[in-house]
């Protein structure tokens, strides 16, 4: 990825700030702390990829601004891609992704935020994570690695790797391990239950054999007695036919003679009704006279209801006319009362009015002093125009004076500490002398005797390479020892064979066997005790090397230790031969800036500035306190314009009340007026006198309306008596005519009864002939039943019994299917366990952090031979020795790790013992070495570098160093860019990004 534009808006600290790549191939981007020179990378990861320094999405909208947008256009493999990523405060991002065309730039946006993310990936073949630990050597995290220890080494650079995918699939085939483990100890607990249950299946089959006998037995005296107690239940059938016979008859004979019974008492009862109205048929001449009366009554009756009909009718009627007449008068009287309110109303108004007319005067003289303020107030403000940009510049050219003289101060610090650091360093010289030439005998001593160690180092091999020779014959010795002595006891038997051809053995081939073995086993014998013999010899020489090579082994480990400090103290004395010279350089630069200090002749052209703004400043006599006073005093006045608005509406509200007033006095008069009409000559008032003399011509008297309705309720039972006679001499031909015929059928029925009673004489007889088999049925059914229960019973066992057996054979497939089952999850979890051995820290992770360890390693010491001029080199170690086990043991055992071992031209010493600027090029070296590698793993071609400062720590010469590294591996890179605040070190680049931070924001300015 090699960058071509970056446009921002309202990110971070910029504004508006464009930065144009094209020409840049190692560039510098300077600027003071917190000038904004880390935003610009991080604008480019959050337009890639969405990812800054901001804890929130927010957080990047710089304070103030409603939106962000950040346009980067960029280079990768060939051709010209654009990202353009937004986002509004409290809202969602928008990204787009284009790619440059002959005809312009063509749309890749996908559907989708996550989409479209992932387009991004799939072209630049980079994803954040390794970007920055690859191409953007972030600031602070230089030295990161080296400050880790050896165990975490590993840890961080399996995750640069992305090695912990290998660990997700380790704990996956953990988990499938463990579960195809359980599935197979669950299947081993079925498989034994299932073994179980398939021992019962012979004594089931025996069970079902004998049950099935005691089936077929119960089933043929079932079958029998069933015969037996069908033939009884047809004779009983017969008898219950006969029974249902009589029975019938008897009940027929039984409802004739109620029948009987009936019709007698209907011929008494209807012999009485007659006698009843015969009785009744006698009075007839009084019921006819009663009647009549009742008769006349009734219409004098009819006569006043419809006189009642009609005095109630006009009674209500009037009683509406009165009620709509009253709403009429009360509806004027509420528009009356309603009318004297708003006079009332009117009359308030008018006098509050008159109040505020006679404040008038007052109100104008205020109003003549708020005229005055305001025109004094726009004066002062046509004055501040013209002096709050002197002002702003005065402050500006103020704060340069005071970073200019901040400048020199800090400059003289800094060079009183070099002084200092050079008078010391030179009053060391000839101490340093002595103790190079004092360490150097010790090592060559110490050299000797190393080389005496390795001579001792090789004889206790040579030794213990013997001694394990020894160990091997004397288990050999053992072995045929132990072998002529099983020979020996089976020669002792009387009918012994020969050994080596099993032939039987006479007296003479027995006894020669016999010495040969003897003389065989003595000459093994003897051997193994000479063996014995050298193996402690050769023991208590190993002891004895082994003393003397600790005791070597401790005189030479101050070694290593003496080179380093020759090493140090060799380059200390390096370092002080140009500290004279250097000494009078500071000397000479530092009075020099004491001298522009105290002179104040530095940054002249600010200063004359300076005065020719505070000279316009006094000739403008601007005050801030008289321009506030303005404004207070206006607002003292102000209440004027309220006052003299409220009095323009006090004098139009004045003119309508006066226009207002006389209708509503002519509006109370004419209500008053028809208050009067309405009670005395109004429709209703005129309807209301008509019924009053309506009603006084019909004379309705309720008292004898009431006495006539009396009499007719007690002439009422005239009315009864009268339709009851006519109802009398209408009946009494019918009942006659009744009564012969209950005669008739009384006589009817009498004949049947005789005929019903012989029929059931003959019933009874056959009935007594035929005798009753249901005792014996009941006794046949009980012996059924209760065989019908035990052959149930036994039937539910012979089912339950072939269920058995049915589910055993059933069983018995599914045992010889688990157990191919048991066999493959056996398989599977031998499989995961495998590959969880595989994917674990000391599998294929561990095989390729060896792989790739000597690709970083060459690469790291060729960057850091540019950067030391050779004299650095590093070495990662991944195992080293360590012990284990039991003390009297003591068996050397290796240990995972991955040391850093550090050299120079005077030998290894620790990482911490090099200074700032040697752990800087050691940092510098590994991480651009790491760089390349994650690079080239992920696909992609590293073709951009950023390095964000860490450059403080370097002297001079070191900067040149790194500049000459970058100059170096310039060619390897398409663009480069340096990240300082150091004046030397961006001085060394030609093309400069300048990063300078004002009120407004952050903001660029490109040097080529």
């Known amino acids: 990825m090699i960058p071509v534009q970056l ?30 020179k880390s935003s610009l990378l991080e604008a480019i990861t959050w337009a890639i990829w969405g990812e800054s320094r901001a804890s929130t999405e927010d957080d990047v909208i710089q304070t103030g601004a409603k939106e962000v947008r950040v346009d980067f256009t960029f280079s990768s493999n060939d051709h010209n891609y654009r990202v353009i990523r937004t986002r509004y405060r409290g809202q969602s991002s928008g990204l787009e992704f284009q790619v440059a065309t002959p005809s312009g730039f063509k749309a890749l946006t996908e559907k989708g935020l996550r989409a479209t993310q992932q387009a991004i990936l799939d072209h630049i073949k980079l994803d954040y994570d390794t970007f920055i630990n690859s191409a953007y050597l972030r600031q602070g995290r230089a030295d990161e690695f080296m400050l880790k220890r050896p165990t975490e080494r590993k840890e961080i650079l399996a995750e640069l790797l992305k090695l912990n995918q290998y660990d997700d699939l380790e704990e996956r085939a953990k988990d499938l391990s463990r579960s195809f483990k359980g599935q197979a100890e669950q299947l081993d607990r079925l498989l034994e239950s299932i073994q179980g249950q398939l021992q019962q299946r012979s004594a089931i089959a025996q069970q079902r054999i004998e049950l099935e006998e005691q089936v077929n037995q119960l089933q043929q005296a079932q079958a029998y007695d069933n015969v037996k107690v069908q033939s009884l239940q047809v004779v009983q059938h017969q008898r219950q036919n006969w029974q249902q016979q009589l029975g019938f008859l008897r009940q027929q004979h039984q409802n004739l003679s109620q029948d009987s019974d009936r019709l007698e008492q209907e011929q008494a009862a209807a012999n009485g009704q007659l006698a009843a109205l015969r009785e009744l048929l006698g009075q007839q001449k009084a019921i006819t006279e009663g009647y009549s009366e009742y008769q006349r009554l009734q219409a004098q009756e009819e006569a006043f209801s419809a006189k009642f009909q009609e005095h109630t009718r006009a009674t209500v009627e009037m009683q509406q006319l009165q009620q709509e007449k009253a709403q009429q008068i009360n509806e004027i009287q ?33 109003l003549a002093q708020l005229a005055e ?50 008078s010391s360093q030179q009053q060391r010289q000839p101490h340093l002398q002595q103790a190079v030439m004092e360490v150097g005998v ?35 010795y053992e072995k045929q020892i132990g072998e002529l002595e099983q020979k020996m006891q089976m020669l002792q038997n009387p009918d012994a064979v020969c050994p080596l051809c099993d032939r039987p053995l006479d007296k003479h081939h027995w006894d020669r066997v016999v010495q040969k073995t003897q003389s065989q086993q003595q000459e093994v014998q003897d051997q193994f005790w000479v063996s014995r013999d050298q193996m402690a010899a050769t023991d208590s020489e190993i002891q004895t090397l082994r003393q003397e090579y600790r005791q070597l082994l401790q005189e030479v480990a101050q070694y290593d230790a003496l ?24 000397a000479t630069e530092k009075q020099k800036l004491e001298r522009s200090l105290s002179s104040g002749d530095h940054a002249a052209d600010k200063q004359a500035q300076l005065q020719q703004v505070q000279q316009q400043l006094r000739s403008l006599n601007y005050s801030e306190q008289d321009h506030a006073l303005a404004r207070s005093e206006i607002e003292r006045w102000r ?32 209500l008053q007026a028809k208050i009067d009409q309405q009670d005395r000559n109004s429709p209703c008032a005129i309807a209301i006198a008509t019924l009053e003399s309506h009603i006084q011509e019909i004379g309705y008297n309720l008292e004898q309306h009431n006495a006539l309705r009396s009499a007719l309720r007690q002439s009422q039972a005239w009315q009864l008596r009268h339709q009851q006679l006519i109802s009398a001499q209408q009946q009494y031909p019918e009942l006659q005519q009744r009564v012969g015929e209950l005669n008739k059928a009384k006589e009817e029925r009498l004949t049947e009864k005789q ?23 009941q006794n046949l059914e009980q012996k059924l039943a209760f065989r019908r229960r035990e052959l149930d019973d036994l039937l539910s066992h012979l089912g339950m019994l072939q269920q058995q057996s049915a589910q055993l054979d059933a069983l018995q497939i599914q045992s010889e299917q688990q157990q191919q089952q048991l066999q493959d999850i056996r398989q599977q979890h031998r499989i995961y366990q495998e590959l969880a051995q595989a994917f674990g820290k000391n599998g294929i992770q561990a095989l390729m952090i060896e792989n790739v360890l000597p690709q970083l390693e060459a690469e790291t010491n060729q960057l850091l031979a540019r950067l030391s001029a050779n004299q650095l080199h590093v070495q990662f170690v991944t195992q080293k020795a360590g012990r284990s086990g039991k003390a009297a043991k003591k068996n050397a055992k290796l240990i995972d790790t991955l040391e850093i071992v550090i050299a120079d031209a005077r030998g290894t010493r620790a990482y911490e013992t090099y200074s700032g600027g040697e752990a800087f090029r050691i940092n510098f070296a590994i991480r651009l070495a790491l760089a390349k590698l994650l690079a080239q793993r992920s696909g992609a071609s590293l073709q951009m570098l950023i390095v964000d400062e860490g450059f403080g720590t370097q002297d001079r010469e070191g900067c040149d160093r790194l500049i000459a590294a970058i100059n170096a591996i310039a060619p390897d890179f398409a663009c480069i860019l340096a990240v300082t605040h150091m004046p030397y070190f961006k001085e060394a680049f030609q093309a400069r990004i300048e990063v300078h931070k004002t009120q407004t924001g952050s903001h660029l300015s490109l040097s080529m």
């Open 373 to 422: 303020a305001r025109q004094r107030l726009q004066q002062l403000d046509r004055l501040q125009l013209e002096v709050s940009p002197l002002l702003q510049q005065q402050t500006s050219l103020q704060m340069q004076l005071e970073r200019s003289q901040a400048r020199i101060l800090a400059k003289i610090e800094e060079l009183q500490t070099s002084e200092q650091q050079l």
């Open 639 to 670: 209440w004027a314009e309220i006052r003299q608005a409220q009095i323009k509406d006090a004098q139009k509200r004045q003119a309508q009340i006066a226009a207002r007033k006389p209708e509503i006095q002519a509006q109370i008069a004419e």
């Open 334 to 366: 509420r528009q009356l009362q309603h009318a004297e309110g708003q006079l009332a109303a009117l009359q308030q108004q008018e006098q509050e009015i008159e109040q505020t007319l006679s404040k008038v005067a007052e109100v104008q003289s205020a």
């Open 7 to 36: 446009i921002l808006k309202n990110f971070l600290s910029y504004q508006d700030a464009t930065l144009d790549f094209n020409g840049l191939h190692t560039a510098c981007i300077c600027g003071s702390n917190g000038a904004g």
């Open 755 to 777: 005929l019903l009673a012989a029929q059931i004489e003959s019933l009874v007889q056959q009935l007594e002939r035929s005798p009753d088999p249901t005792a014996e049925i």
């Open 563 to 586: 080179r380093e400090q020759r090493g140090k103290l060799t380059e200390q004395l390096a370092v002080t031969d140009d500290t004279k010279e250097r000494l009078k350089q500071i």
């Open 442 to 476: 010790q090592i060559d001593e110490l050299e000797k005797k190393r080389v005496y160690l390795d001579r001792v180092r090789e004889k206790g091999q040579e030794r213990r390479h013997f001694l394990e020779r020894l160990h091997a014959h004397q288990r050999d």
